[in-house]
């Protein structure tokens, strides 16, 4: 069976947003609407939530969500019918970088939702947006 996996990395500079995140509470909850949107296959406002702490074009952004929904599409059936999304895990690096994970639980198969946030000064932006059918590495296999 042929596995679909979309990975977006993408890094950002400290340009100016139109609102911001100060504290990483504020984060999470941030990446927590995000996931929220992504488990209820809303993929372009996922992205869309995300434009005023992204410091990338919107037409950049607006593909992802794109990209998002075609590889979904490709393999979304076999998962079953969604079930929500689950936060597991808060990890920080420093003072300047957060990672927020949850699990997009599905009838028959569970995905992984990431949100990066750095902090370049005294606001946090979104850095990277990473999401995988690999929930198997949150527990340490195949890291």
Same mark, same amino acid.
């Given at each position: 069976m042929r596995k679909h996996v979309l990975a977006i990395a993408l890094l950002v500079s400290g340009a100016a947003s139109a609102e911001t995140a100060?504290?990483?509470? *504020?984060? &999470? +909850?941030?990446?927590?609407? +995000?996931?929220?949107?992504? +488990?209820? %296959?809303?993929?372009?406002?996922?992205?869309?939530? #995300?434009? @005023?702490?992204? @410091?990338? @074009?919107?037409?950049?952004? &607006?593909? #992802? %969500?794109? *990209?998002?929904?075609? *590889?979904?599409?490709?393999?979304?059936?076999?998962? %079953? &019918?969604? #079930?929500? +999304?689950?936060?597991?895990?808060t990890v920080s690096a420093g003072n300047s970088l957060v990672r927020h994970v949850f699990l997009i639980k599905h009838e028959k198969h569970a995905l992984k939702f990431s949100c990066v946030f750095y902090k370049p000064k005294d606001r946090w932006l979104v850095n990277t947006i990473l999401w995988d059918d690999k929930p198997h590495t949150l527990v340490g296999i195949g890291r």
């Open positions: 100060t504290t990483t509470e *504020q984060t &999470q +909850a941030i990446c927590s609407g +995000a996931a929220a949107l992504f +488990a209820s %296959g809303e993929h372009d406002r996922v992205y869309e939530s #995300l434009l @005023p702490y992204w @410091p990338l @074009p919107k037409e950049e952004i &607006q593909n #992802l %969500g794109y *990209q998002t929904k075609t *590889q979904i599409g490709m393999v979304g059936d076999r998962f %079953g &019918q969604s #079930l929500g +999304a689950e936060h597991v895990e």
